[in-house]
């Protein structure tokens, strides 16, 4: 009996998907804003029959006992598995390197209480819950999540925690690793597959791992009173006004839900501004919350900055500010940059601005920069700063692409900015764990065939970055 015919044994025929062609279409993702991968993907995609890079077959069981099954068949017939979520991952996180088949948990969206979790603090949901959904019900309650992806209204719990890190709320609360997440349940790739409990103690594991460190079914978060938020933009003559008017905001303001400083080349990209800004000021998407906007104007003024009240998604249909920064940042840059590759630094506690605008006039029209910070004593632990704070987290983008990555590279190294590096199919490359081991360790307890999302964890001697 073929894997496919005994998945739909288990799933039914409406629950598995064997055509080619749809398939293909169905492992399509964001890994396009990388130059680099998608090239890679592309020719994969191209050697295979209706460009389904060899998967056999994408299945979609309904409840644990069916996903435990699909495990198990997946794991007598030696088949590598992938797991999908909405497939709004950025840099190959999901895309299937060995074929095999592919598993998408979007029918496991069960949550719990939401007035009961707002009183408790923490929420655990089903991994094909939607983020959006889960805010949204918590929010009615008098709590919010404290970070949340950009793509809140399609990202799956589970698919944003194994393939994302930061977003909305990281200005004041972090990544994933600075305690909002307070523990998943895991399902191990094994003949007899177990159920592991993780607490937030030992959830690091399959935090960011791309699915190669077991198949999450749950995720628990940690809730946060609710606040409620205001978007401006505040524009500035030149992007240096723009940065340091985001520094001031690092060092005396509370609540900031993001606080992104964009230089005037990308300025033209943002058409729902281009009745309020001037194609050569710089701006500064900025959520804050509603009893510290009077602080943000005061900053925005002192620095020779003018407020432009926003109202994402109210009556005249704006777009959220949301949608214009951490990965969505990326798809402006791709409006007027079709090519552009990017890189995440992170900048020295010393003078970040200065070392963001020796990035740019080193690279003058050939980069696009900006600035943002996040509040994460995990990051700043990587990149050597000790202690509680912010570190300051451009996204600079190359419009050559790959022509000029290596230069960038090469410069930060020269300049002491560190990085980390998606250009690569590796997590443990990227240069964001200073330990990579620990998923490896990790994997071969719950993984000991190598079959979940394999190719995204190197099979050689892993190299330690700091």
């Keep these: 009996m073929t894997l496919s015919v005994e998945l739909a044994g288990i799933v039914g025929d409406g629950g598995v998907e064997t055509d080619p062609a749809a398939i293909g279409a169905r492992l399509r993702d964001n890994s396009w804003l990388s130059p680099v991968l998608s090239g890679h993907i592309d020719a994969m995609a191209g050697a295979s029959a209706g460009g389904s890079l060899g998967v056999e077959a994408v299945v979609g069981p309904a409840d644990l006992d069916q996903l435990r099954a699909c495990v198990a068949a997946a794991y007598r017939h030696d088949a590598p598995i992938t797991m999908l979520g909405a497939g709004t991952s950025n840099f190959g996180q999901s895309i299937p390197m060995r074929g095999g088949i592919v598993i998408e948990l979007s029918r496991l969206c069960e949550m719990g209480d939401p007035a009961a979790a707002a009183a408790d603090g923490r929420i655990t949901v089903g991994a094909g ?48 690793w600075d305690g909002n997440i307070v523990g998943a349940t895991v399902m191990t790739c094994e003949r007899h597959p177990r ?18 460190t077991g198949i999450i079914t749950d995720v628990t978060f940690r809730l946060v009173p609710a606040r409620s938020w205001v978007e401006m933009v505040v ?38 501004l281009a009745d309020d800004a001037a194609n050569d000021e710089a701006l500064v998407m900025t959520i804050a919350a509603a009893e510290d906007t009077d602080g943000v104007c005061a900053l925005a003024a002192a620095r020779g900055g003018r407020v432009i009240p926003w109202h994402g998604l109210g009556a005249d249909r704006r777009p959220t500010l ?30 970040p601005v200065d070392q ?29 700063q000790s202690g509680d704070g912010v570190i300051f987290a451009p996204l600079v983008g190359m419009v050559n692409g790959r022509d000029d990555l290596d230069d960038l590279l090469a410069f930060c190294d020269d300049i002491g900015v560190a990085y980390q590096n998606p250009h690569t199919f590796y997590l443990d490359e990227q240069g964001l764990f200073a330990d990579p081991g620990l998923l490896h360790r990790f994997k071969r307890e719950v993984d000991p065939k190598g079959l979940l999302n394999p190719g995204k964890l190197s099979d050689g001697e892993v190299r330690v970055r700091g």
């Excluded at 592991?196 to 791309?210: G, I, K, N, Q, T």
């Excluded at 990326?330 to 900048?347: D, E, G, P, R, T």
């Excluded at 963001?356 to 990051?379: M, N, Q, T």
């Design 129 to 176: 819950a939607l983020l959006g959904r889960v805010d949204s019900e918590v929010r009615a309650h008098g709590a919010e999540l404290p970070v949340v992806t950009t793509t809140y209204a399609a990202s799956h719990a589970a698919g944003w925690v194994a393939g994302g890190h930061v977003g909305l709320g990281s200005s004041s609360w972090g990544t994933i």
């Design 195 to 212: 159920l592991l409990r993780l607490d937030e103690d030992s959830v690091e594991p399959v935090l960011h791992a791309y699915g190669t």
């Design 235 to 272: 524009a500035f003559p030149r992007f240096d006004g723009a940065a340091r008017f985001v520094v001031d905001l690092s060092e005396q303001a509370e609540g900031i839900r993001v606080a992104a400083a964009q230089e005037p080349m990308l300025t033209p990209a943002f058409t729902a």
């Design 322 to 351: 949301a949608y214009m920064v951490y990965g969505h940042r990326m798809l402006w840059v791709k409006k007027l940059f079709a090519s552009a590759a990017f890189l995440h630094c992170y900048l020295p506690e010393a003078r």
């Design 356 to 384: 963001l605008l020796a990035i740019k006039a080193r690279f003058g029209d050939r980069c696009l920069v900006e600035l943002k910070y996040i509040r994460s004593r995990w990051l700043r632990e990587r990149w050597g």
